[in-house]
């Protein structure tokens, strides 16, 4: 039996699967490679049975709340960058950029917290790649009513 790699006995420590990127809704493609960069399109939050996790954060959702709908978010990010990698996520040098869209009410100023729960789960599970230059913006609505959108920028080898 082959030793599983250093990133897979990470994501198997913190009892996470990945799965495959789910297909596009709209007029764009879920990741595009150039050179060695890779833009991942921005992610939905998504609740464990699939759904999406609607919501406010400031109205009907709180912060720690907001931060597990981040940290879901970083899961099927790295999903589908897996796809991106050719499978082998052993191939990533660096998460480089982060940008977080949070659905927020005007007077809502946490979304930097919120987004932590995308941030500190790529960082757990990538060391010192891990580590990226971020953006977190509030926002008045996301596609499906997602109460967090985000999207990555990976180096690869």
């Known amino acids: 039996m082959s030793e599983l790699k250093p990133i897979y006995q990470k994501l198997q420590s913190l009892d996470i699967t990945l799965a495959p ?3 596009p809704v709209a007029a764009y493609v879920m990741w595009v490679r150039t050179g060695n960069l890779v833009f991942i399109s921005g992610h ?47 191939t990533v040098k660096r998460i480089v950029k982060v940008m977080s869209l949070v659905n927020s009410t005007p007077d809502y100023t946490d979304q930097h917290l919120v987004t932590n729960g995308c941030s500190e789960l790529l960082g757990e599970v990538f060391g010192e790649a891990g580590v990226h230059a971020r953006s977190a913006f509030g926002v008045a609505q996301i596609p499906r009513g997602a109460c967090v959108e985000i999207e990555l920028i990976a180096e690869v080898a």
């Open 44 to 90: 939905i939050a998504k609740k464990p049975d699939g759904s999406v996790w609607a919501g406010q954060l400031g109205k009907d959702i709180d912060t720690l709340e907001g931060q597990q709908a981040a940290r879901a978010i970083a899961i099927d990010l790295m999903g589908t960058l897996q796809e991106a990698c050719g499978g082998d996520l052993s």
């Open 21 to 23: 990127p789910a297909a």
